[in-house]
Nanobody, 124 residues
Framework: QVQLVESGGGLVQAGGSLRLSCAAS????????MGWFRQAPGKEREFVAA????????YYADSVKGRFTTYRDNAKNTVYLQMNSLKPEDTAVYYC?????????????????WGQGTQVTVSS
């Protein structure tokens, strides 16, 4: 079992930056692919980014590529999402999630554990 707690959300102006953190409990953090998803009001939850177990590979949605960076610190059981050049359309609740499968997935239902989410609001 893994418990995930996100932090770092808030209100920022367009063009600004935020860094989200996701702290995991347990001693098997490095066994999980970690993903970031977001959900805006009235929309489905969508993939944002993922990082492999070692942190050696990362994957991004086209909408955030070049602006967002995800990385992890397995010694601290934490994964991060650095968000730069934020746009109003990035406004959403952001979730981190853990996936036990070997392959990296972009599909929310394939993730096993979820955090409670953190609100990110970007004003124009």
């Amino acid at each position: 079992q893994v418990q995930l707690v996100e932090s770092g959300g808030g209100l920022v102006q367009a063009g600004g930056s935020l860094r989200l953190s996701c702290a995991a409990s347990g001693r098997t953090f490095s066994s999980y692919v970690m993903g970031w998803f977001r959900q805006a009001p009235g929309k489905e939850r969508e993939f944002v980014a993922a990082v492999t177990r070692s942190g050696g590979n990362t994957y991004y949605a086209d909408s955030v590529k070049g602006r967002f960076t995800t990385y992890r610190d397995n010694a601290k059981n934490t994964v991060y999402l650095q968000m730069n050049s934020l746009k109003p359309e990035d406004t959403a609740v952001y979730y981190c999630a853990a996936n036990r499968a070997l392959a990296t997935s972009y599909v929310p239902t394939e993730y096993d554990y979820w955090g409670q989410g953190t609100q990110v609001t970007v004003s124009s």
